[in-house]
């Protein structure tokens, strides 16, 4: 009769195969690990990339670092241009001026050249046109000035809105707001976010009146 081997009789693994066990175990668990950690790249495609278009999106995005000015619905001059109001009544204001920038992770320009304003108060909403005019004619909007928030340095002559460059814009809608009445502003540019402002006309109007 044959009798089976004992087990310490058997042979076992060699230093070299326990080895290249565990370079097979190790290299099949990171497969797994990143198959489950790395991007769908498929999916990304289909829905044009999320990362990429929230890049898009706050690339492009409009900020407001110097508040709001309120005039009197006066026929008159301001900041250097001459504005004439359809219903002049200096109780109420008529013409807003306020300075846009690019937000701090803005990418690319701005095209202000083809942007849009949204003006509206109560139950009346009017959208307002860029004109390049000797004189600003109610309702439009123009601009009256072009800076650069970096000492030493100026904007150019284009109407995109580039890096560090301001635009201050004077709107001019067809309706005045008396002390207290709410109405908002939303500039729409061309390409990038809206910036859309909420605003109440203080108790006092002056030559100047400040929103804070």
């Given at each position: 009769?044959?009798?089976?081997?004992?087990?310490q009789?058997?042979?076992?693994?060699?230093?070299l195969?326990?080895?290249?066990?565990?370079?097979?175990?190790?290299?099949?668990?990171?497969?797994?690990?990143?198959?489950?950690?790395s991007?769908?790249?498929s999916?990304?495609?289909?829905?044009g990339?999320?990362?990429h278009?929230?890049?898009?999106?706050?690339?492009?995005?409009?900020?407001?670092?110097?508040?709001?000015?309120?005039?009197?619905?006066?026929?008159?001059?301001?900041?250097?241009m001459?504005?004439?109001?359809?219903?002049?009544?200096?109780r109420?204001?008529?013409?807003?001026?306020?300075?846009?920038?690019?937000?701090?992770?803005?990418?690319?320009a701005?095209?202000?050249?083809?942007?849009?304003?949204?003006?509206a108060?109560?139950?009346?909403?009017?959208?307002?046109?860029?004109?390049?005019?000797p004189?600003?004619i109610c309702p439009?909007?123009?601009?009256?000035?072009?800076?650069?928030?970096?000492?030493?340095?100026?904007?150019?002559?284009?109407?995109?809105?580039?890096?560090?460059e301001?635009?201050t814009?004077?709107?001019c809608?067809v309706e005045?707001?008396?002390p207290?009445?709410k109405?908002s502003?939303t500039?729409?540019?061309?390409?990038?976010?809206?910036?859309?402002?909420?605003?109440?006309v203080?108790a006092?109007?002056?030559?100047?009146?400040?929103?804070?």
């Amino acid at each position: 009769m044959q009798t089976r081997p004992s087990p310490q009789n058997e042979p076992g693994l060699t230093g070299l195969e326990i080895v290249i066990l565990l370079f097979i175990l190790v290299l099949a668990v990171g497969y797994i690990g990143y198959g489950e950690l790395s991007p769908d790249t498929s999916d990304t495609r289909k829905s044009g990339g999320m990362l990429h278009n929230e890049m898009v999106a706050t690339g492009n995005l409009l900020s407001n670092p110097g508040g709001l000015y309120g005039f009197p619905a006066v026929d008159g001059t301001i900041d250097g241009m001459p504005v004439r109001f359809r219903t002049q009544d200096p109780r109420a204001l008529g013409a807003y001026e306020i300075t846009v920038q690019p937000f701090m992770m803005t990418t690319g320009a701005i095209d202000m050249g083809h942007a849009s304003v949204i003006w509206a108060s109560r139950n009346h909403s009017e959208t307002l046109s860029l004109v390049h005019t000797p004189e600003l004619i109610c309702p439009n909007w123009t601009i009256t000035r072009k800076a650069n928030f970096i000492p030493l340095q100026g904007a150019d002559q284009d109407i995109l809105l580039e890096g560090s460059e301001q635009f201050t814009l004077l709107i001019c809608p067809v309706e005045n707001t008396a002390p207290y009445q709410k109405f908002s502003i939303t500039i729409v540019p061309a390409n990038g976010g809206a910036l859309p402002l909420s605003f109440v006309v203080p108790a006092k109007i002056t030559k100047v009146t400040k929103f804070a």
